[in-house]
């Protein structure tokens, strides 16, 4: 590859029996913090606007488009912190998800 542009999410994050993928917008100022727990172990691409992760002990940390990221048992909050939407395309392994909706 030549360069970070060559890289497309979209061809990347397909459904298969082993991964589960999940396209996630937030308005401008939109948080989430419910279900969190799902995208444990699991990877989150965005691909349009910014976010920014808050942890449970108040650290916060901006992400701009094109970010990849893991979140972890440490977030507590995401929000979108631009003024046009996120899109967050998040990939989990497909027995990860399974084990927390059981």
Do not use: Y
Not at 12 to 33: G, N
Request: hydrophobic share 40%; net charge negative; with cysteine.
């Amino acid at each position: 590859m030549s360069g970070v542009d060559d890289f497309d999410p979209e061809q990347f994050a397909r459904d298969s029996a082993e991964f589960f993928r999940r396209v996630i917008e937030l308005a401008p100022d939109q948080e989430l913090s419910s279900g969190l727990a799902e995208w444990r172990d699991a990877i989150v691409f965005l691909t349009d606007g910014e976010i920014e992760l808050v942890c449970v002990e108040g650290e916060r940390r901006r992400f701009p488009r094109g970010a990849m990221l893991c979140v972890t048992p440490k977030v507590r909050l995401l929000r979108n912190s631009g003024v046009e939407p996120a899109r967050l395309i998040v990939i989990s392994r497909r027995d990860h998800v399974s084990k927390l909706s059981g």
